[in-house]
C-alpha cells in the first residue's frame, strides 16, 4: 500500500514563503504520477503541480511563477516551494499518487483532477494572512 506523508505547513504573511515536503513510501509502480492538490473552505480539491515518472511538469495557472515542484527520486520525495503567497493559497494542501495510464509508445497526461489519484496523505494546513 502506498504511504505519502505531507509536511511544511504552517502559518505566513503575504508575500511569504513556504515550503511543503511528501514522503512516499512503497511508490513501486514501474510509471506514475504525483501532484500536489488544495482544497480550502467550502471549495472543491484543485490540482495546484502535477508531475509524472517522467518529469513532465505543469502547473495551475493560479500559481504559475509563483509555486515550483520538484523531486528527490532516490529519496522518493516530492516538494512544493511556494513564493509569492496570497491568502487565497489558504487550503489545506495534499500529496497524492496513481499510476499511470498508456504504454511507452505514449502515457496519458497525469491528470490535474482527484479522481484521477487512488493515493492520498493526510494534507497539511497552509495558511496566508493578509
Known amino acids: 500500500q502506498v504511504q505519502l506523508e505531507e509536511s511544511g505547513g504552517g502559518s505566513v504573511q503575504a508575500g511569504g514563503s513556504l515550503r511543503l515536503s511528501c514522503a512516499a513510501s512503497r511508490l513501486t509502480y514501474p510509471e506514475y504520477c504525483m501532484a500536489w492538490f488544495r482544497q480550502a473552505p467550502g471549495k472543491e480539491r484543485e490540482g495546484v503541480a502535477i508531475v509524472g515518472s517522467d518529469g513532465v511538469t505543469s502547473y495551475a495557472e493560479s500559481v504559475k511563477g509563483r509555486f515550483t515542484l520538484s523531486r528527490d527520486n532516490p529519496q522518493n520525495k516530492l516538494y512544493l516551494e511556494m513564493n509569492s503567497l496570497q491568502s487565497g493559497d489558504t487550503a489545506v494542501y495534499y500529496c497524492?499518487?496513481?499510476?499511470?495510464?498508456?504504454?511507452?509508445?505514449?502515457?496519458?497526461?497525469?491528470?490535474?483532477?482527484?479522481?484521477?489519484?487512488?493515493?492520498w496523505g493526510q494534507g497539511t494546513q497552509v495558511t496566508v494572512s493578509a
Open positions: 497524492a499518487a496513481s499510476w499511470r495510464l498508456g504504454t511507452p509508445i505514449g502515457w496519458v497526461p497525469c491528470s490535474n483532477r482527484s479522481n484521477g489519484y487512488q493515493h
